[in-house]
């Protein structure tokens, strides 16, 4: 595919409105919903009736148009490195692993070795001494001394922390690798497969480094620049979901004694040195965090900041693409109907014409580009 330039690129924002495409359609009570596609090679597919062949074909269009292509660096996958993008040149761990069914659909080869690359990564001295921190004062997360969530590839394609970046407190991103370690660990033991020592003490960390922090503790959020004293749903829900995901692998560990051993001296180690609770031998622990998680979701889940601030963010429309349910009963209309409201919330405050705003403090420069 051809690289564009910057001067493509303000060239093709300056002669936007050309590629805009009006569509219109009705909502099951008549009522017309006009949106706008910015590309007229998908515009035909969602001109016709919203169905599921339709998205299907669009998706081979983008299939073979690359659209869903990806190249890695040592096992990392990166998105771009054009259009004068220099903050893309970093890795994310929650970006990795936002694109993990893209990975595991079209490159299996990297999926493994991906989140090895990751272990070997939380296994360097500086991220051991941001998790020795927090393990003797959790409030250190919150000074930008916890374990970072952005790094630079070097030429050798290891990562290092990016020292510039002034916050290290994601929760959400650290919990979402969480939660793919453990999956993948487990899937791997289910196939008789081996988990170097690296994966085994990453998990072994930030399950304790999550755990000790508390439900909800002070983060950043889906989008680092405020920090929030609240927590926020999304950041409950990664946690919630990586901790299920560790339990579920603490299950699978009972039928391979010698690598559930491994877990637990690693954890005996780290528990005695940072006198803190075991919890791959208490996993009940884990439950009631899962249980507490929960509750705050379902009693904050129109309120995205537990009150810390009256901004409204995307991140809610993160929540709502995971399979919690909201009822509190597993009644499927009450969940559908909390879901909806999430949405109906994020649509109001969030979505204008040409797209959503990543929370309602932005003020949009252009309203109208056409």
Known sequence: MKKSTTLEVV????????????????????????????????????????????????????DKKGVFNLKFTNHIPYVTFNVAAKHMTRKWPRDHMGMIELVKDKYQNE?????????????????IRAFARVFKNPQSACYNKGVAHVFWQLADGSLIRDAGWKMHQRIESHGELLRYLA???????????????????????????????????????AWEEI?????????????????????????????????????ENFEDILCRKFRLNKLF???????????????????????????????????????????????SSKNLSVDISKHLKILKRWEKNLVREFGALRYNNFQPWLTDMR
Not at 35 to 55: T, V
Not at 190 to 218: A, C
């Open 11 to 62: 060239n093709f924002a300056g002669d936007y409105g050309k590629h805009i495409v009006k569509i219109t359609h009705k909502t099951w009570d008549g009522k017309a919903v006009c949106f706008y596609a910015n590309n007229k090679q998908i515009a035909p597919f969602l001109a016709k009736d919203l169905n599921s062949e339709n998205f299907k074909k669009l998706f081979v269009l983008c």
């Open 111 to 127: 999926l493994w070795k991906g989140l090895v690359e990751w272990a070997k990564t939380y296994n360097r001295p500086s991220e």
């Open 183 to 221: 999956k993948y660990s487990g899937e791997r033991l289910d196939k008789g497969q081996s988990i170097p020592d690296e994966v085994v003490q990453t998990i072994v960390r930030f399950v304790h480094y999550l755990y000790i922090q508390g439900n909800s503790p002070q983060s950043c959020g």
């Open 227 to 263: 920090p929030l004293k609240g927590g926020i749903n999304w950041d409950n829900a990664s946690v919630m979901k990586a901790f299920e995901e560790v339990v579920s692998l603490i299950e699978i560990l009972q039928n391979h004694p010698k690598i559930k051993q491994k877990f």
């Open 281 to 327: 031998v208490q996993p009940k622990k884990l439950k009631d965090f899962i249980e507490k998680s929960l509750k705050l979701i379902r009693h904050f889940y129109l309120d995205e900041f537990h009150g810390a601030t009256k901004r409204t963010d995307s991140s809610s429309a993160m929540l709502c693409a995971e399979d919690i349910d909201l009822s």
